[in-house]
């Protein structure tokens, strides 16, 4: 029943958010979601820059992304609270996504915070053991000519706050960022508590590039979409 319920829902986004993307402005999408996601804050700014390796020891910049609406959050493993919880929303929405014509069109970032703990053997592993698909997700870790905290500072520069103990555990926020194809950060999700479908809805309006101002009413959509979860 779970396939059957997974697929239902991604035709349900293939056949509701496509139109809703080319009838709102980017802008009228924002307002929806303030309006509806308690959780969601609009960001428009260029996103902090970073230079990173998988756990293969291929370096990604963030210009390497460019052209992908890029989905982000930190992590580290050894975490046991809110780190896996937050990995397997994420898988949750890679899932919705990659079930529609978005999955070429979007990456799935996860940072390590710990990349002294966090090994290329630990780091092959975290994705499988959480749902999150290869195929358009990156585990990303610090170049070997990088300080240890460098993910750390870079997570700073996306708005988080760290307190690290002797024995490893780091007190953080959880929060899944945007970034949009030109490289520019569109939004934050904070916690864990945002509703999948709000988030999926803001990427699925940057992927079919709506910017533009119209004035056609659609009221109720969001709430027929959901009678889908």
């Not at 940072?111 to 997700?137: F, K």
Request: charged share 25%; proline share 6%; glycine share 6%.
């Amino acid at each position: 029943m779970g396939l059957v319920r997974l697929w239902i829902a991604s035709l349900a986004i293939v056949l509701v958010l496509a139109p809703i993307a080319l009838a709102h402005s980017l802008d009228e999408v924002d307002a929806m979601l303030q309006g509806d996601e308690k959780y969601f804050q609009q960001i428009d700014r260029p996103a902090p820059d970073f230079t990173l390796r998988t756990a293969d020891g291929r370096v990604v910049r963030l210009s390497d992304l460019r052209g992908k609406v890029v989905v982000l959050h930190f992590i580290y493993t050894s975490c046991t609270d809110v780190c896996p919880l937050h990995s397997e929303k994420i898988a949750g929405i890679q899932k919705m996504v990659n079930g529609t014509p978005m999955k070429g069109r979007v990456d799935f970032v996860t940072i390590t915070t710990d990349p002294t703990r966090d090994t290329p053997d630990v780091m092959r592993g975290y994705g499988p053991a959480h749902g999150l698909d290869p195929v358009n997700w990156l585990f990303l870790t610090t170049t070997p000519d990088e300080p240890e905290d460098a993910t750390r500072k870079l997570a700073e520069a996306f708005g988080h706050t760290f307190a690290k103990s002797e024995d490893g555990v780091q007190v953080h926020g959880v929060v899944t960022h945007v970034i949009d194809k030109e490289g520019r950060w569109r939004a934050n999700f904070h916690g864990l508590n945002f509703a999948p479908i709000n988030l999926v809805t803001f990427v699925n309006a940057l992927t079919n590039n709506v910017e533009r101002p119209h004035h056609e009413k659609d009221e109720g959509w969001l709430a027929k979409l959901k009678d889908f979860f």
